[in-house]
């Protein structure tokens, strides 16, 4: 393997790592509630009209991550399957290999994202949506809402 090849798989892995933490604040703006939002906004909490705004219109925001992380996804597979054509000949051999790999990493990517601990998401989410702010100051010191009842 060359350097230009190493170099495309480090520029791949990086392009994993950010995908999954796109993948983390796609959870945290899933899980994130509208009244958990407009207590934000009561309390006084910067960057809280931000939030407010994105747990309105979810899909818009949801879509545009989706979006962004699938053509990071996609640069991904594209310099990991160079390097496999390069060392590979061009037959179904290394497609499979190619899909593989890709595979198993987007499986590992999307994994990890949805067992991070909720704190991360909720640091993601925070540094996805209100640029200059500390994430343990906003989200972490809001309070968590009432447990749902329970029918008996």
């Given at each position: 393997?060359?350097?230009?090849?190493?170099?495309?798989?480090g520029?791949?892995?990086?392009?994993m790592?950010?995908?999954g933490?796109?993948?983390?604040?796609?959870?945290?703006?899933?899980?994130?509630?509208?009244?958990?939002?407009?207590?934000?906004?009561e309390d006084?909490?910067?960057?809280?009209q931000r939030v407010?705004?994105i747990?309105?219109?979810p899909?818009?925001?949801l879509n545009?991550?989706?979006?962004?992380r699938?053509?990071?996804?996609?640069?991904?597979?594209?310099?990991v399957?160079?390097?496999i054509?390069?060392l590979?000949p061009k037959t179904?051999?290394?497609?499979?290999?190619?899909?593989g790999?890709?595979?198993?990493?987007?499986l590992?990517?999307?994994s990890s994202?949805?067992?991070?601990p909720?704190?991360?998401?909720?640091?993601a989410?925070?540094c996805?949506?209100i640029?200059?702010?500390r994430?343990?100051?906003?989200?972490?010191?809001?309070?968590?809402?009432?447990?749902?009842?329970?029918?008996?």
């Open positions: 393997m060359t350097s230009a090849d190493w170099l495309q798989l520029i791949a892995f990086v392009l790592i950010l995908a933490l796109i993948a983390a604040a796609e959870a945290a703006f899933s899980s994130f509630s509208k009244a958990r939002a407009n207590r934000l906004v006084g909490q910067p960057g809280a407010r705004k747990v309105e219109d899909p818009r925001y545009t991550a989706l979006f962004v699938s053509m990071i996804e996609i640069s991904a597979i594209i310099l399957a160079n390097v054509f390069s590979i179904w051999q290394a497609g499979a290999v190619t899909a790999i890709m595979i198993i990493g987007g590992v990517e999307v994202a949805s067992s991070l909720s704190s991360w998401s909720k640091s989410l925070q996805c949506s640029p200059g702010t994430a343990s100051t906003t989200l972490s010191s809001t309070r968590t809402p009432p447990p749902l009842p329970t029918s008996s």
